[in-house]
């Protein structure tokens, strides 16, 4: 209970009962993670083609197959690769069946396809089914080798995938088609959206009494420019870009591609006290040797998978004094770390202020930390894996995402001023400059919107000649 969470968790709900974290619990994560890593790689190495896997975060991934799919697909043979268990637990989404999303309807659509009773499966059909077949083979393959439940999404692009992993937990697949779109829309909330998960989603649905991502589809471009990012500087505002990033998201679109990453170039292990002292010495001897254990883990890794080697070493211990004063001490030589004498006596050679007593008895410490760094490159290039959550990212239609498709209403925001003159967006400055667009008379008139069935080429050609007037600053291409 010493940590600031734990006491404001225990001042709600006083009868919470308090689990205290083991002291190898990040190594023990670490070795889960890397189980789960060659349960995936087992599935990815029986594929033909080679696919893109992006690590995002500790229980996240991505993995880009639709040229995988593309280049293994024979037409007719999709039925008989489809197991029979598959679709038990899948969820598709494609505005088919009453608004709900079906687990039956990809099934129902093989049947008949192996009867003869339906056309043959579309590219779309056919790229989501082939993306179901690889989830379902890593889920199965993970639950077997870790004993680790897992959800995979397939959507269009990453933060529709994203969205589909957590719609379904555990052990779900969740198949998201743009045609879909409006279905789920309804009531997947904006917490659950990237990036609005915190304070600015917070702030959206405040302002705006919005809860869902179809609610939000439905908020002005130009209202949601002007968001205040601070209560306390009205001026500070969320601006244009930002307001068409999350509108973007709400509409399903995502220009993320799914990009391997780099190995870090850096490797830290720490441990927060929380308003422990400096005594007794035994104690901060024994988190030091768990963090140097650590270390030597990781190091261990990076050097039998990745020829890779330490180029510097440094530790740092943040203190505090009686004073409330802050210090850092660091630059300590690797070979004094598990030397204790050596290594206070290194601290106070390279800290004159600190004598021994007060660094003995009036400092607290807040943190100690070990941060190594890598100049080599990794020798090898092996994909970094997840623990919980999967998103499996497939990109069956163009960046444009389900506008290739005709829309019923589609709304052209545009801001037509001269830099010079107001209205105008600038310095987050949000005008009302906008106008309609009438390609066949090639200029503005009235205010406000073009509304009307456009596909996703007539739309660039419109944007195309805003750009080229100069005085088309800023376009948003929205769905009303």
């Not at 994560?29 to 696919?51: C, D, F, G, N």
């Not at 889920?139 to 004993?147: E, F």
């Not at 702030?203 to 991502?213: G, H, R, V, W, Y």
């Not at 799914?258 to 006290?273: E, I, L, P, R």
Request: proline letters at 5%; charged letters at 20%; aromatic letters at 10%.
């Amino acid at each position: 209970d010493s940590t600031p969470y734990a006491r404001q968790a225990i001042a709600i709900c006083p009868n919470l009962i308090l689990i205290e974290q083991p002291a190898d619990f990040d190594i023990r994560l670490k070795e889960a993670s890397y189980q789960i890593r060659l349960s995936i790689e087992t599935v990815l190495k029986s594929l033909p083609v080679e696919t893109t896997y992006e690590y995002s975060s500790p229980d996240e991934s991505y993995i880009e197959v639709t040229k995988y799919i593309d280049r293994v697909y024979i037409p007719g043979l999709v039925p008989q690769i489809v197991p029979n268990d598959l679709w038990e637990n899948t969820f598709l989404y494609n505005g088919q069946v009453d608004g709900k999303p079906s687990p039956t309807y990809v099934r129902q659509r093989l049947q008949k396809l192996r009867r003869g009773e339906v056309a043959p499966l579309e590219r779309q059909e056919v790229r989501l089914i082939h993306g179901a077949v690889i989830a379902s083979k890593i889920i199965k393959n993970i639950l077997r080798m870790t004993g680790y439940q897992s959800s995979i999404g397939i959507g269009s692009n990453k933060s529709i995938a994203k969205i589909g992993s957590g719609l379904h937990k555990p052990g779900s697949i969740t198949v998201l088609a743009p045609a879909g779109l409006e279905q789920f829309a309804e009531f997947v909330k904006i917490d659950n959206i990237p990036t609005l998960g915190g304070k600015l989603g917070n702030a959206l649905k405040q302002d705006f009494n919005i809860e869902t991502m179809l609610e939000l589809q439905r908020v002005r471009h130009l209202h949601l420019a002007r968001v205040p990012m601070s209560n306390n500087e009205s001026a500070n505002v969320l601006g244009y870009e930002k307001a068409t990033e999350i509108l973007n998201k709400a509409y399903g679109l995502c220009r993320d591609l799914v990009d391997s990453k780099k190995f870090a170039k850096t490797a830290t292990v720490s441990h927060q006290f929380y308003g422990h002292t400096f005594t007794p010495k035994q104690y901060f001897t024994e988190i030091l040797q768990l963090l140097v254990d650590k270390m030597l883990v990781r190091l261990d890794f990076e050097k039998t998978n990745h020829a890779r080697t330490p180029a510097t070493v440094k530790l740092s211990i943040f203190l505090k004094n009686a004073d409330n004063i802050n210090s850092k001490l660091e630059n300590v030589v690797w070979k004094e770390i598990k030397d204790e004498e050596g290594m206070i006596k290194s601290f106070i050679d390279k800290n004159p202020h600190v004598s021994p007593i007060r660094w003995n008895w009036n400092y607290q410490v807040d943190k100690v930390q070990i941060f190594v760094t890598f100049e080599d490159s990794p020798n090898e290039m092996l994909p970094v894996a997840i623990s919980v959550v999967f998103a499996l990212a497939l990109g069956f239609v163009e960046p444009h995402g389900y506008l290739m498709q005709p829309l019923a209403r589609t709304s052209i925001h545009l801001d037509t001023s001269h830099p010079h003159d107001p209205p105008y967006w600038y310095d987050n400055k949000c005008g009302e400059a906008a106008g309609n667009y009438d390609a066949s008379q090639g200029g503005i008139y009235d205010r406000g919107v073009l509304t009307g069935n456009y596909t996703s080429e007539s739309i660039i050609e419109v944007k195309a000649g805003f750009d080229n007037a100069h005085f088309g600053k800023n376009i948003l291409i929205s769905r009303d």
